[in-house]
């Protein structure tokens, strides 16, 4: 009978078993495979937060909610859609437990179109299907979000951000409508199309 070495590494090894270099070469292989995508994984978010950083989502403005109806740019008579000087259109909203103020506006197409929403008692979401549009309403902030619609028609706005027992019933709407339609109102007249 032959005899067996007394050094284990030179002994042959039983089926089934794998060697030790073939398992250090495969712990190696998915080592470095796993700091392979950690890496592009920090790398995503380095840029995706310094491209962030650059374009934020929406403008860093404070009011207060307390005196909103009262004073500054969201009283009553100054809510609605309001034609710029220089040919846009700006749409001052205010989202409250269970409605948007006013709940139609009326936004010519084809113009660059610059929403400016708050909020006077809870957070909301203003949501523009098939659009760009979708922020955040929360109390004491100004959202401000910018588009322009290439087609006329109705668009349905819901708040998209649980508000309240009453949320599902929170509906307002966007109307689009030819430049020819809305070029006739003057730089300080309010648009609505809700009805009197």
């Not at 989202?95 to 084809?110: I, L, M, S, T």
Request: proline share 7%.
């Amino acid at each position: 009978m032959a005899e067996l070495p007394t050094d284990p590494l030179q002994r042959s090894l039983p089926d089934g078993t794998v060697p030790e270099a073939v398992v250090t070469r495969t712990e190696e292989h998915w080592v470095t495979v796993m700091v392979a995508m950690l890496t592009i994984m920090m790398v995503i978010m380095v840029l995706t937060s310094f491209i962030g950083a650059l374009h934020p989502a929406s403008n860093v403005e404070v009011i207060d909610s307390k005196t909103l109806h009262l004073k500054g740019e969201f009283v009553e008579s100054n809510l609605g859609t309001a034609l710029e000087p220089d040919g846009s259109v700006t749409v001052r909203l205010i989202a409250q437990q269970y409605d948007f103020v006013p709940r139609c506006v009326v936004v010519p197409a084809g113009t660059p179109v610059k929403f400016r929403l708050t909020s006077d008692d809870v957070v909301h979401g203003f949501l523009l299907p098939d659009t760009n549009v979708n922020t955040m309403v929360v109390p004491g902030f100004v959202a401000e979000v910018r588009t322009r619609f290439a087609r006329t028609g109705d668009y349905l706005m819901p708040c998209h951000e649980y508000c309240g027992l009453g949320h599902q019933a929170m509906w307002a709407h966007v109307k689009v409508v030819p430049w020819d339609q809305f070029a006739g109102k003057g730089f300080l007249e309010r648009t609505s199309c809700a009805t009197q």
